[in-house]
């Protein structure tokens, strides 16, 4: 007897996130950036990132002079009570700090300086503007810098930069040159648009991306990890079975 139903779409399976182990891009300190507010929201996220199967964290505030003017020293004082916090309160879950740098000259001198510079397990997390992309020769006097100094530049949210749309070789250049290519969940997710959807799909189709992060800025940003792994998207389900995250991480 036909039971009816079986032409129904079925729900994809929720895609595997524990490969991904640690989560490498947050805005979680409260009340240094455009990140959560509070201790109250910062606790939120971490309750999300854990219901999603994540084991820790590295939570990289902005440091950008003139819109978000943090220092190395600032954000490890910010940076304390949200860790006891977390540690009191989900004592298995491993929350580092590190920072997300926007790459401009002053960045460069500063490395070149011997400056204190918040890393992870040696990755550096930076970005450059969305509207324009940055001069001629910054980027690499940038990786440059970092490199001589044994840190390993990560390139934040790749599919973001609309210049570098349909430019996968300029990514792709980079990523030869020992830069890791970090994409958002969020815009896998459809968040952004489907141009932004498109350039991080693709850049995942074509072997680039070292690390997907949540970038989380709020709870918004929880929700869109939650969305991917409902989507069983193809494109990242092939990344997850390869993804080289915990390595990548030390994790
Ligand atoms: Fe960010």
Redesign the pocket.
Known sequence: MWRGGIFRRSRPEPLDFSPLVLDF?S?LVPGVDDGAPDLETALAMVDGLISLGYRGAVT?P?IYPGVYPNSAAGLQLAFAPLLSAVNKRHPGFALHLAA?YQIDDDFVRSVEAGEEILAHNKLVLV?VGFHAAPPDGLLEEAFFALQKRDFTPVL??VERYPYWHRQLNVLGDLEARGVILQVNAASLAGAYGPEVQAAGTAALSAGIVGLVGS?A?GPRHISALESLQNSGASAVADWLSTAQQAHLLGA
């Open positions: 891009h805005h990289t902005h997300e970005e934040a949210h970038d800025h």
